[in-house]
């Protein structure tokens, strides 16, 4: 009997050299670079909230909370929209390519650093043909705590 591999599919976005996924289910919309409000007091990566379709969102820079050297924004940065918890979060990326399926015996634990990113900001690393996907964990991007002050700063 043969095993079913199970395939998790994921949007495939860019971070300076490394190729980066989230499951599919988490994004709600891919948009591009709008206006973003900033808020006082708030963590260096956090850059503001954009008003999306009547949705106040905080809009966060992966680059940034990854510590990453800062570009400028270009015609194919994006803002990756996903829903952590019950709360959506726009992230700043440097490009959102496409949409792959991700065999789930494809996936290996994070090694402890991959390339400057920090490994609890990592589920697994996939390779698939010739490239090798980064799984984010969502729910460690932000601790408790910063969530909580996006919270307020929503409301």
Known sequence: MSEVVQNEKVIVFQLKDEEYG???ENVGSIERI???TRVP?????????MNLRGVITPII?????????????TESTRIIIVTIGDKNVGMIVDAANDVVD???NQVE????????????????????DQRLLVL????????????DH??????
């Open 22 to 24: 989230v499951p599919i």
């Open 34 to 36: 709008q206006e973003i």
């Open 41 to 49: 007091r708030a963590p260096r990566f956090v850059k503001g909230v």
């Open 61 to 73: 820079d992966l680059r940034e909370r990854f510590d990453l050297e800062q570009t400028a924004y």
């Open 102 to 104: 991700v065999p789930q």
């Open 109 to 128: 634990p994070s090694p402890e650093v991959v390339g400057s990113v920090n490994a609890d900001y990592i589920r697994g690393v996939a390779k698939i």
């Open 136 to 147: 984010l964990n969502l729910d460690k991007v932000l601790t408790e705590e910063e969530f």
């Open 150 to 155: 996006l919270s307020t700063v929503e409301s």
